[in-house]
C-alpha cells in the first residue's frame, strides 16, 4: 500500500495549494507538499474541497524523524503503567485490564472507545506489521477476537484509502493526458515530453498501487473469510465450554454427594467394625462355654427318657446298635454339633445288652473287655472257650501252649496296645508268635490296616479268609461286580456327604438307582424344591446336580421320592403328614418316604434280578417314621424268596432289617458298615489284600 511519503512527485510537479506557501522551513515544506498531494485532487476537480481529515493529518510529515503528525501524537501517548485507571472514558478499568480477555471489561471498554494502547499501535504501526498484527490475532480464540476486528477495520480502512487515492490519481492521469493534448495542440514538444513522461509514469504508478489494492482487498477479504471461520469456532466453543460448565457443576454436585456417601459409609463401616468386634467377643464366649453346654447336652440327652426308651425298645441286639440309635437320634437333633468321642462310651450297662463294645479304647479299659463274649462264644462253638487277660506276652504263650487239641482261646481285646491301630510291627511279630496259621474272619475290620488285620498276615502264613470273610466279599464285590440283571441299587441314609463314593461307583454298574433317607433334601433342592426344615447339605447341591447328570448320562433309572412324610418336629410323637416332594412347607421336615414313593420303588424293584441296598428311607428309630424302611425291607425279603439276590450293605441298614425280624430272609446282611461302603465304593480293603487266599 502507498505510504504518505511515496507520492511527493505528484505534489512536487501539479498545483499547488494555500497550505504550501505558508511553510517555510524545509520540514515544513513537506509536510505542506504531502498535505497539499493529498488535498490536490479536490483542488483539480475544485468541486468539493474539504479540510484535511485526521486521517489526512495522519499522514502529514512531522516532526525530524519525517514521521506523520498524528503517528508522533498517537506515539507520544502516555504508556501508562498496567494499575493506570483510563480515566472519564473507562473508569474502572485499568492498563493492565484485558479488555479482549473478560466479558464485562470487553463491555465496558467498548462503551469506551479505543484503547490508547492500541490506537497508539493502528495509527503507527505500518500496514505489513498492522497486517501481520491482525492476521495472528484472527487466530486468537474467545474476546481477543474484537481486538483481531480492530485490526481489519484499520487495515480495511488503509485499502479504501488506497482504493480512493487510486481514483484519484486515475483521474489526474485523464486529466493530465487532456492537457497533453492541448499541448499538444499548440505547445512546445519539450512540454509535451514532460507531461507525457509524468503521465507514464503516473500511470505505471497507478498501476502499481492497483495491484497493491488488489493484493490488499485479497488479503482483507481472506482475513474476513478467516474470521466468520473462526467466530463460528468460537462460538461453538462457547456452545462446548458452556456444556462443560453444566457438566463441571453436575459432576461438583455428584462429588460432594459421593462425598457425603463416604462420610455415611464410614461411619456405618465403623459401626459394623464395632458390632463385629462385639460378635466376636460374644463367640468367643460362647466358644468358651461350648464343650461345657456340649457336654449338658450329651448328658441331659443320656438322661432322656426317649434315649432310655430306645434302648430298651432294640431289645435283644448288641450294644452298638443301641448305641448307633441313640447317636443317630442324637445327631439329627444337633446336626452343627461334632461328636469328637463316643458320647455315650459312659452310658449305663443296659442289662438286654448281651455284646460289648469293642469301641476305641485307650489302654486297657475294663469295659472294653472281650470277657462277655465267652459264654456265648462257648455255646457257638461247642467247646469251652478260654480267656486270656491279654493278647500278647508270656502269659498268653503258656496259655496257648497249654491248649488241648481243638481248645479255643479268646485273647483279650487288641486294641488295648496302641500298637493295634498304629500296625506296630512288634506288636503284630508278637501277636503272630502265638499261633501256626491266620484265618481272618473280620470283615468289618478289613478295611483297617491295624496289626492284628494287615500287620499280622506278614508274619504268620499261611494268612487266608475266613467263611463269613469270603461270604462277604462273594456278594458285595463279586455279586456287584457282575450281578444279574437288570441290578437296582438303593442308597439311604443321612447324608449324602458319606455316600458319594457308593453312588458314583454304583452308577457305573446299576440299571436302576433308587434314593431315599435324609440326603433325597439336598437333591430337591438343588432342583428348585423348597425343603422346608429337611436335613440338607447347602455345600452339596451341585455335587447332588452332578450326580443327576451323571446317572443321565450312563442311562441309569434313577429315582427320587415322589413324596415324602413330613414332620413338624424331629421326635417320635411329631406330628405328620404326606406332602408332594416338592410341597414341603416351611418349618417341617422330611423323616420319611411317602406311599405313593413306596409303591413307584416296589414296582421298579419288581424288575430286577439283583439288588444292593444301603441306607434307610426315613428315621427308622421313631416308629411313625419306618414305613419307608420296613416297606422296603419286606420287598427285599419277597423278592428274595422269588430267587432275587439281595443284599444289605452294613450299618443302619441292616439294624433296620433286623428290627423288622427279616434279616434271614436276605441273600446276604453284611456286616461290616464302614468296609461293606469301602467295598461299594470300589475300594480295596488292606484286610482282605494282606491275606494270601482270600
Ligand atoms: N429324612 C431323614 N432325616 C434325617 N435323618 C434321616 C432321614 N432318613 C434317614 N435318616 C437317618 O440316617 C441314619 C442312617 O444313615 P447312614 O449312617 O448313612 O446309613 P447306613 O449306616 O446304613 O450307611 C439313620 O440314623 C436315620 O435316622
Ligand atoms: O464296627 C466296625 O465298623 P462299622 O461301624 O463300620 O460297621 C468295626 O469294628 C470298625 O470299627 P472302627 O471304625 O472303630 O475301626
Redesign the pocket.
Known sequence: MASPSSSPSISDNVGKGALLSCCSSSSDEKAARALEALMWPHDLDSTAPREPSIRDLCRLPAGVQNESYQARVMDELSEGRPFDSLVAQWAGLTHGTRVWADGDAATAFVRGGLHPDMARELYTMPSDVLLGKSAKSLLWVGPPLYLGHHYIMALADRVRNAGRALGILIDRNAELRRQIEEIRAGAAPEAVAAAEQRASDLEAEATRLKSEVQAAEQRASDLEVEGTRLKYELKAAEEHNKELQVLFRTTRTEVRLARKGVVALTQKLEEARGEAKAATAALAAETQLRPEKDKKLIEDYKESSGFQLGLVRSGQVTYEYGYRIAL?RFK?RHPGLEVEENPFASCPEDPSVDMPDEGRPKGVTPKYSLKPLVPRLSELLGVNVEMADDCIGEEVEKIVAALPDGGVLLLENVRFYREEEKNGPEFAKKLASLADLYVNDAFGTAHRAHASTEGVAKFLKPAVAGFLMQKELDYLVGAVASPKRPFAAIV????VS??IGVIESLLSKVDILLLG??MIFTFYKAQGYSVGSS?VEEDKLDLATSLLEKAKSKGVSLLLPTDVLIADKFAADANSMVVPASGIPDGWM???IGPDSIKTFSESLDTTKTIIW???M????FEKFAVGTEAIAKKLAELSASGVTTIIGG???VAAVEKVGLADKMSHISTG?GAS?ELLEGKPLPGVLALDDA
Open positions: 443317630a439329627a439311604g441314609g443321612s447324608k458319606t455316600k433317607g435324609g436335613l422330611g423323616l420319611d444301603n441306607g434307610p426315613g428315621v427308622f428309630e450299618g443302619d441298614s458298615g461302603l
